[in-house]
């Protein structure tokens, strides 16, 4: 959650860095890692819910390229500069946009005004950013000690336990752990909010609130299932392979149901 792990002021630190780790590793340049990555037939994402899949005959070569994309991911100071300035220039369109704003609306009714969830990027935060503030963000937030790695596929567990050793074993975090658990909401008072979209030929309606049930309550599965049953279907990646895949979380931000 990047309004719990950025420093206030910095928001927008994570979206830099996301689109950083498009430029390769510190050995790997943007074209010779993507040539690596090609070489193997392997598909591959460095974000905080960092992921790989890949045949299995080419497992240790993709799990070693993950690594040093996560760990040592190269962050150069021309690209961010055109990183940031992209960003600055698409933030007030965003920020405009009817789809924004009834996300923002519906979170400002629903959350209380200090919750970290209401803050957001703006064109003055992320200008006021330097290449020193991703580099924090980076060692802030990728920790061994918040990653929880699950292989799937037709591999032993015994060799899928070396492949990871030998490639995430020397990763080391420095530091006091960031929070990651939002803090609790009271349950949400009745609201109406309207929000108008001149581009749309039908109106999308959306009901939501904030109840007491939190994720270790043995109603929370059930909840998530009616969700999902009654709402869209989700748009969260589940990386699952039938030959081999790697998915980890860096950084869980335990979200409170609503």
């Not at 899949?53 to 150069?76: C, E």
Request: charged share 25%; proline share 8%; with cysteine.
């Amino acid at each position: 959650m990047p309004g719990l792990e950025a420093p206030p002021g910095q928001e927008g630190v994570d979206e830099v860095l996301e689109r950083l780790f498009r430029y390769g590793t510190t050995s790997l340049d943007r074209l010779s890692f993507r040539q690596a990555l090609d070489e193997v037939g392997a598909q591959e994402w460095a974000t905080t819910d960092f992921a790989v899949r890949v045949l299995h005959d080419h497992f240790a070569s993709a799990v070693a390229l993950l690594a040093d994309h996560v760990i040592h991911p190269r962050l150069p100071e021309q690209d961010f500069r055109t990183v940031r300035a992209q960003l600055v220039a698409e933030l007030p369109g965003r920020l405009e946009s009817p789809e924004y704003l009834a996300k923002r609306s519906l979170e400002a009714a629903l959350l209380p005004a200090v919750d970290a969830a209401l803050r957001q990027p703006t064109p003055s935060t992320v200008e006021s950013l330097g290449l020193d503030d991703v580099r924090a963000y980076h060692r802030r937030v990728f920790r061994p000690d918040l990653t929880t790695i699950v292989v799937i596929g037709r591999i032993a567990p015994e060799e899928a336990r070396a492949v990871i050793e030998r490639s995430f074993g020397a990763w080391t975090a420095g530091g006091p752990k960031p929070e990651t658990d939002l803090p609790p909401v009271p349950p949400s008072g009745r609201a109406r909010l309207e929000v108008p979209d001149a581009t749309r030929v039908q109106d999308d309606v959306r009901l939501a609130e904030t109840i007491g049930v939190t994720r270790s309550s043995p109603d929370y599965y059930a909840l998530d299932l009616g969700n999902h049953v009654l709402a869209a279907p989700s748009t969260r990646r589940a990386s699952t392979a039938t030959c081999g895949s790697v998915a980890a979380s860096s950084i869980t931000s335990a979200r409170r149901s609503r």
